[in-house]
């Protein structure tokens, strides 16, 4: 057995990459099927809004209420359960034939993905040990990087496809159906493993069971001083909302207009801004996977905040020595999809992956008026967010040639934040929020938070416009970076560091201090002595 990788743990891994590719897919292949919906159907500016929003508000609401079918029913029946309605909503999206129909789908879709998002990231942390949770909870956000370049191609595959939107929805079935298969080799949670021997090699001798001694929590424990639990909270809505607060769905909004606005003519922009800047942050969650079991949480978070900082302030300058167009119009050519940042979380914004050309010729579109482009921004995730019916560049003359160092310094800055992101608050955040909060009311914990993501990033993108027309899109960039310093220092003097710790050694250290509230004392793991607990295995 020494040196073999137990059966259990390919398992857990397409668990959480599976789970992940689900979500990304979901969320981006909206984007792709706008147009031919609105070619079917005839959908009109609002309907459009109705589909995307519908998706948006059953995400919402699975956040808001989520946690409680987690920890009642369990993170293994939670996923099942959210698995069965992403099929009933994806029947319904790809049989549709009226409007109602298509809501009621695009609901049922985004209710599925965000319980299931919540549920996945907990149950895969609280199955394996310390040297394996990070990298797979991470596998997660590769997953939503992947399924996200995978709906771009498919949507560009079937772009031509009669009635290619059904096959594009019907798709989204076969990642949820795969993980449903894997979920039934594996054991409902933690204090069934002892009957998976792979199970407790991966934790390594320590299956925990559930006992009458063990401490009760309530919802409202969330906001008291007992076991430090307000510090876990602190920690948790922290960093989910800076997640949000740094601009990056905003940003990358903007990408393929900075691009264009720098010099890179024609379709450039686009591809950048949609495969360029999606591959690099499949490339960057990658190294992120690699690296989060090695250096520890807060060394990614620490570092990608910093270059996040870097990179949007990079930008501002950028924006302020070249015109840029303040305000993307709003066609009805669905833009790419947006990530927020689940876990998680949170992808690539302005500009859609080039499409077929249609038989038929103009594929009509229609545009819409630039107030009512502000409300179609999307509330969102640690997790990538689905466009609006199409932001993108408006059709006005090539700018004069720009130099090439500004173009390159674009470039570089924007592909900086992008990997920033998603080495860094992508999958970092939902790993922490999964490993602090009592197994008691960790699914209601992770759904609090999480709904408060949801929240800020609705927020941050209704007010965008209205901060450019305030102080301008180089002070919005600039701004975003003020907020990234902060919360580097939020990071550094708050944030613990969990690497190498067991989900008991963890809760036992929060009961014991007061740590991840030492403002003003350095915080580092060094400067936090852990002790092994001796926790009985279950027979």
């Given at each position: 057995m020494e040196g073999?990788?137990p059966?259990?743990?390919p398992?857990?891994a ?24 609105q070619?079917d159907?005839?959908l009109s500016c609002s309907e459009?809004?109705?589909l995307v929003g519908s998706?948006?508000?059953g995400?919402?609401l699975?956040s808001l ?6 920890d ?6 939670a996923?099942?359960g ?6 009933a909503?994806?029947?319904?999206l790809g049989l549709?034939?009226?409007l109602?129909w298509?809501?009621?789908?695009c609901?049922?879709a ?6 299931s998002?919540?549920?996945?990231c907990i149950y ?7 040297r ?9 956000e590769v ?5 996200i370049l ?5 949507n ?5 496809v ?10 989204a079935m076969a990642?949820?159906?795969l ?8 054991p ?6 002892a ?9 390594g001798?320590?299956a925990?069971?559930?006992g009458?001694?063990r ?8 906001f008291?001083?007992?076991n430090?639990?307000r510090?876990?909270t602190?920690v948790g809505?922290g960093?989910?909302?800076l ?6 769905p ?5 990408a393929?207009?900075v691009?264009?606005?720098?010099g890179?003519?024609?379709g ?5 801004a949609s495969?360029?800047?999606?591959t ?6 990658l190294m992120?996977?690699g690296?989060v079991d090695r250096?520890g949480r807060?060394?990614l978070l ?5 270059l ?6 990079g930008?501002?300058?950028?924006s ?9 119009s709003?066609?009805a050519?669905?833009n790419?999809?947006?990530?927020a ?5 949170d992808?690539?914004q ?6 077929k050309p249609r ?8 545009a819409?008026s630039a107030s009512k ?6 509330a969102g ?5 689905p ?6 560049t408006?059709?006005?003359p090539?700018?004069p040639s720009?130099?090439?160092v ?11 934040f992008?990997?920033?992101?998603s080495?860094?608050f ?6 922490v929020l999964?490993e602090?909060?009592?197994v008691e ?5 992770f759904?609090?938070?999480s709904s408060?993501n949801?929240a ?6 209704l007010?965008?416009?209205h901060l450019?027309?305030?102080?301008g899109l180089?002070g ?5 970076g003020?907020?990234a ?6 990071i550094y003097?708050v ?13 036992q250290q929060f009961q014991k201090s007061?740590?991840t509230l030492?403002?003003g004392?350095?915080q580092s ?15």
């Amino acid at each position: 057995m020494e040196g073999r990788a137990p059966p259990a743990l390919p398992l857990c891994a397409s668990v959480s990459l599976l789970g992940g590719l689900t979500f990304g897919y979901e969320l981006a292949v909206i984007s792709g099927a706008l147009l031919p919906l609105q070619l079917d159907f005839g959908l009109s500016c609002s309907e459009q809004e109705l589909l995307v929003g519908s998706l948006l508000l059953g995400a919402l609401l699975a956040s808001l209420v989520g946690g409680i079918p987690i920890d009642r029913y369990g993170r293994k029946r939670a996923i099942l359960g959210s698995n069965l309605v992403l099929l009933a909503g994806s029947l319904s999206l790809g049989l549709a034939r009226s409007l109602p129909w298509l809501v009621l789908g695009c609901w049922a879709a985004g209710f599925a993905i965000s319980l299931s998002s919540m549920a996945c990231c907990i149950y895969v942390s609280e199955l394996v040990g310390p040297r394996q949770r990070g990298v797979l909870v991470a596998l997660y956000e590769v997953g939503v990087t992947v399924g996200i370049l995978l709906s771009y191609a498919l949507n560009y595959a079937l772009a031509s496809v009669p009635r290619g939107w059904r096959h594009m929805f019907g798709w989204a079935m076969a990642p949820a159906v795969l993980q449903s298969l894997g979920l039934l080799l594996l054991p409902a949670g933690a204090d069934e493993t002892a009957a998976h021997r792979d199970l407790l090699l991966l934790q390594g001798g320590e299956a925990t069971k559930l006992g009458p001694e063990r401490p009760r929590y309530t919802f409202l424990d969330l906001f008291r001083a007992r076991n430090n639990m307000r510090g876990r909270t602190a920690v948790g809505l922290g960093l989910v909302l800076l997640q949000q607060l740094t601009g990056q769905p905003n940003v990358l909004c903007y990408a393929s207009t900075v691009f264009r606005s720098v010099g890179f003519r024609g379709g450039s922009s686009a591809v950048l801004a949609s495969v360029g800047l999606g591959t690099v942050k499949v490339v960057a969650t990658l190294m992120a996977v690699g690296l989060v079991d090695r250096v520890g949480r807060r060394a990614l978070l620490l570092a990608g905040c910093a270059l996040m900082a870097l990179s949007v302030s990079g930008l501002g300058l950028v924006s302020f020595a070249v015109p840029v167009d303040s305000g993307p119009s709003c066609l009805a050519l669905p833009n790419a999809t947006r990530q927020a940042g689940l876990p998680g979380s949170d992808l690539l914004q302005d500009s859609a992956p080039p499409t077929k050309p249609r038989a038929g010729g103009d594929p009509q579109e229609p545009a819409l008026s630039a107030s009512k482009k502000a409300k179609t921004r999307p509330a969102g995730r640690d997790v990538p967010t689905p466009a609006p019916p199409a932001l993108s560049t408006p059709a006005t003359p090539s700018p004069p040639s720009q130099p090439a160092v500004l173009r390159w310094a674009a470039l570089v800055c924007m592909m900086a934040f992008v990997s920033a992101f998603s080495f860094g608050f992508g999958p970092v955040t939902w790993l922490v929020l999964s490993e602090i909060y009592p197994v008691e009311v960790r699914g209601r914990a992770f759904a609090f938070c999480s709904s408060f993501n949801w929240a800020t990033h609705l927020l941050v993108s209704l007010s965008f416009l209205h901060l450019i027309g305030a102080i301008g899109l180089s002070g919005t960039f600039l701004f975003y970076g003020l907020t990234a310093v902060l919360g580097l220092g939020f990071i550094y003097l708050v944030v613990p560091e969990t690497k190498g710790q067991s989900l008991a050694e963890i809760e036992q250290q929060f009961q014991k201090s007061r740590f991840t509230l030492c403002f003003g004392h350095r915080q580092s793991l060094a400067g936090v002595q852990y002790s092994r607990l001796d926790v009985p295995v279950a027979s």
